[in-house]
């Protein structure tokens, strides 16, 4: 069983900053490729980002892009992501995900799940 503990939810005003951490415990760290995903009230779970195993590749839903920044420490086996310049729309639950030896941006190909945390931005 790979668990997967987010942390770093919280209050933030629109424009502000937030970084989520997500400590892993899958062995190796580096077989599973780490994925940001995101749900809303009323709305499907959602792609965020995604970084390789290595972490020398990334993605990321358009609708972030040039905001936030998935990175991964796998000495700490800890998946990060920063998240800049926060709009309203971005409030939702925040989970991270583990995808062994796979790259993919469906959720359907995530073989673990942390238990999310919430982002909320206010005005």
């Known amino acids: 069983q790979v668990q997967l503990v987010e942390s770093g939810g919280g209050l933030v005003q629109a424009g502000g900053s937030l970084t989520l951490s997500c400590a892993a415990s899958?062995?190796?760290?580096?077989?599973?490729?780490m994925g940001w995903f995101r749900q809303a009230p009323g709305k499907e779970r959602e792609f965020v980002a995604l970084i390789s195993t290595n972490g020398g590749i990334t993605s990321y839903a358009e609708f972030v892009k040039g905001r936030f920044i998935i990175s991964r420490d796998n000495a700490k086996s800890t998946s990060y992501l920063q998240m800049n310049t926060l709009e309203i729309e971005d409030t939702a639950v925040y989970y991270c995900a583990a995808a062994y030896l796979r790259w993919s941006q469906s959720q359907a190909d995530y073989n673990w799940w942390g238990q999310g945390t919430q982002v909320t931005v206010s005005s």
């Open positions: 899958a062995r190796p760290f580096t077989s599973y490729a």
